[in-house]
């Protein structure tokens, strides 16, 4: 059974995963591109697409409109399994949209990088 949360796994991808939340509000494509694992494994569903590899996911990033990024990030979760994996949950709001992320985390030579991701939205509360 691998040890949950050793402290410092789970620093490092808290720093990652700040990165890759400080680079998808700032729509820095570089840093989204590299956050995501280089392979035709890697996968993300999104809110109207499901991308299947590392390619079609940089071509997404790359078309995506620049505008209305910023969002607050509540009830985050980071669960991290021996030092090589980890999952990150969150939810977030845009102004009146709510959602929720989540993605899978592999340590890979090149450090943390994120193997798998989904991002749905959650009706409008009425």
């Known amino acids: 059974m691998p040890e949950i949360n050793l402290p410092v796994v789970v620093a490092e991808v808290e720093a990652a995963f700040a990165r ?73 709001r845009r102004g009146e949209v709510r959602g929720r992320q989540s993605q899978t985390w592999m340590r890979t030579p090149e450090g943390w990088r994120v193997v798998a991701a989904h991002v749905s939205l959650l009706p409008r509360a009425g």
């Open 20 to 92: 890759y939340e400080a680079a998808l509000v700032g729509n820095d494509v570089a840093v989204l591109d590299e956050l995501f694992w280089d392979s035709p494994h890697t996968l993300r569903y999104g809110v109207g697409e499901n991308l299947y590899g590392y390619a079609a996911i940089a071509a997404f990033r790359a078309s995506r409109p620049a505008q209305n990024l910023a969002r607050e990030l509540v009830n985050t979760v980071i669960t991290t399994y021996g030092e090589d994996f980890a999952t990150a949950n969150t939810e977030f």
